[in-house]
């Protein structure tokens, strides 16, 4: 199994965080991983994100679970299990702040096939959760 994971700490609600977290019509103006994000993000709503990592290539999923302010999973693959990835969005109060923490997996019987073509995505996490910090941060 395939599987990439980011997390940091930033000084700010959780509510803060999942606003701007859930606002994919804002993600372009302080996420530079993506072009692109179509679709409102919402319970059980189809998102379809144009990354950089990817260039014109467009990743539809859904939001499988939403639970404000805490956890977003969006999901998306093939029919029958084939291969799925899966992307978690976790938000966890502590002192000072949340910590934002996000995971991706590949999993199905293609995985090991299709996460050879599969780029290094750890830059891009590593760089999306800079960002959220530093958008979530700067709000007043």
């Known amino acids: 199994m395939k599987a990439y994971a ?7 609600t959780p509510h803060a965080v999942w606003a701007v977290l859930t606002d994919g019509s804002q993600w372009t103006a302080w996420n530079p991983t993506v072009d692109k994000v179509e679709g409102n993000i919402g319970p059980g709503a189809k998102v379809t994100v144009y990354a950089k990592l990817n260039p014109g290539r467009a ?13 977003m999973v969006w999901t998306g693959g093939m029919p029958l299990g ?6 978690t969005y976790t938000l966890t109060p502590k002192a000072g702040g949340v910590e934002f923490a996000m995971r991706e997996q ?20 590593e760089t999306f959760a800079a960002a959220l910090k530093r ?4 709000l007043p």
């Open 6 to 12: 980011t997390s940091t700490m930033i000084r700010a």
């Open 59 to 71: 990743f539809p999923v859904k939001v499988s679970t939403f639970e404000p302010p805490r956890r």
């Open 82 to 87: 084939l291969f799925k990835g899966e992307r």
């Open 106 to 125: 590949f999993t199905g019987l293609l995985a090991p096939l299709i996460g050879k073509s599969i780029p290094n995505m750890q830059p891009a996490f």
């Open 135 to 138: 958008r979530c941060e700067q």
